[in-house]
């Protein structure tokens, strides 16, 4: 997978990243509309700020990640 040099270079340390970025509102979550869906897909879920909220408002909620630093940080 090609990941810009940017973004590389920002995802390198997953715990640093996690340290600054804020959380998501759950109205943020509410604001979209999703109701009670079977499944939640958090694609590019980086460190889980938002697979966290999603997992209290949803029953079933899966997290796809693909950089190690970012998973490794969550």
């Known amino acids: 997978m090609a990941v810009a040099p940017a973004a ?3 995802f390198a340390n997953g715990a640093a990243y996690d340290s600054v970025r804020p959380s998501y509102p759950a109205s943020a979550v509410a604001a979209a509309g999703v109701t ?3 499944l939640v ?3 590019a879920a980086g460190t ?3 697979t966290r909220v999603l997992k209290a408002m949803f ?3 899966v ?4 950089s190690a630093s970012m998973r ?3």
């Not at 997290?63 to 693909?66: G, S």
């Open 63 to 66: 997290a796809i990640e693909p």
């Open 48 to 50: 889980g700020k938002l």
């Open 8 to 10: 590389r270079t920002g």
């Open 72 to 74: 490794e940080a969550s």
């Open 41 to 43: 897909v958090d694609l």
């Open 59 to 61: 029953p079933r909620v």
């Open 36 to 38: 009670e869906p079977n």
